[in-house]
């Protein structure tokens, strides 16, 4: 049951399954997972349900979005998902956060100015031991070229929308990940010509 502040994404329930099982694979168990922007919460809600061995902490910039996290998190009470904390991705040195063993982060990259991706990065460096996993979803673009017209009509969309955004390319995101010890080691076609892209942190020397 909907709780009364809580937000819906109808992507959320859409995506929420194929995103699933690629992290039960991946993610140790049990484990501590860093969630960057949030949304609407429903993911954090299911993740923490479906995975009772994480721990999962949810995060957003936006004071509306972790109303809606906070609202999906009392509705079950569950003991392995806390409450919302605030979090800039594009600020690194603000994150009020000790050390995770995985970052999830699910349709940011393309609706935030690259800055936040690379403050992502960089915050991810700090956070990750070696060997901690970074998981990205949403639309890229590979080589230069979109992997669908959707994706290529959607990019047009969202650079019309604010010229700071778009569909951004694997190579321009590992590159930035390169900056801070994180190497891209999967990339994985999910449905609706999306992408999961898994890096790891490399151990230090």
Known sequence: MKPAAGLTSEYAARNFEPILR???????HPGRVLEIASGTGEHALWMAEAMPDITW??????PVARESIDAWRLSKNLPNLNAPMPLDA?????WLFGKADAIVCINMVHISPFDATQGLMKGA????EGGGMLFLYGPFSVGGKHTAPSNEAFDADLKARNPEWGVRDVQQV??????????????IAMPANNLSLVFRKQAAG
Do not use: F, I, M, N
């Open 22 to 28: 690629v992290l039960k694979e991946r993610l140790p």
């Open 57 to 62: 902490q949810p995060t957003d910039l936006s």
């Open 90 to 94: 594009a600020a690194p040195h603000t």
């Open 125 to 128: 460096g700090q956070v990750l």
């Open 174 to 187: 590992r590159a930035a990940g390169r900056q801070y010890g994180l190497v891209l080691t999967e990339t």
